[in-house]
């Protein structure tokens, strides 16, 4: 399946009051930005046909696939001034580069590069700022099995603050945190059909619109996951991120998983909604 990544954002709350114009998926976890991490974890499934709708920004992602640099993340050998790879990361990538617009929706994003999945009956999206170690083969699979137009992971509230119940005389009653309450958040990784272009007007929302239509008409199927789901909206999400990859605690990278030898998705399997 074709993968549509939403690069072209501002990113304005992961500036922490910084002139930095580097796009949000541009932002570097390890050695590699968060682009290149979603874009592994969707390879390690088979997917390797990318779309990045660019906006701004744009040149700092063009450059970094014009100028990549295998040997930052691959064991090599050099011999006689020849660099001779011992693995590759993305050799096999079709990457399809879109300029979107500076200041398009995500929905409209989408709207722009239809012309290049007219051949896509189920497709692949996701907003490259999100990291998870979701089983993508299984959401797919039970997206395929529900007859929905349009399919998106759900992880409960992310944030830290408790929610306060009170009774009688404002006497408090309950405390319990935000992420213990049965709603669910937009996980940001959707699998999608040629229907979804029928419910996006010009201009439009993904989620408000195409996806909120959906729902009402029944057609939009949840994945609700429990396990590592990490964003990096903000700075210090993105340290947390950064944290986690140089202790070695790194969930979201299951191709390393894969090279030594560890099934595919067996992290992923905890967590899952049934």
Known sequence: MKVVLFCGGYGMRMRNGTADD???????VGPRPLLWHVMRYYAHFGHTEFILCLGYGAQHIKNFFLNYAETDSNDFV??????????????????EFVHTGLD?????????????LTDEEVFLANYADVLTDAPLDD??????????????????????????????RSMVSAISPVSNLPIW??????????????RLPEGGDLVDDACGELAKRGELFAYPYRGFWQPADTAK????????????????MLWEGAQTGTPAGQRASVGIER
């Open 237 to 252: 999400e993105r340290a947390a991120l950064e944290a986690s990859y140089f202790t070695g605690d790194r969930p979201w």
């Open 22 to 28: 580097l796009p949000k998926p541009m932002h570097t």
């Open 139 to 168: 959401l797919v699979g039970r997206f395929e099995s529900s007859c929905a137009a349009a399919a998106m992971l759900v992880v409960p509230p992310q944030s830290s603050f408790h929610c306060v119940e009170l009774g009688a």
């Open 185 to 198: 958040e937009n996980g940001g990784y959707f699998v999608l059909t040629q229907e979804i272009f029928a």
């Open 104 to 116: 398009s929706s995500i929905g409209e994003r989408l709207r722009r590069v239809r012309h290049l």
């Open 78 to 95: 050099l011999r006689d001034g020849t660099v001779r790879l011992r693995s590759t990361d993305i050799s096999g990538w079709s990457i």
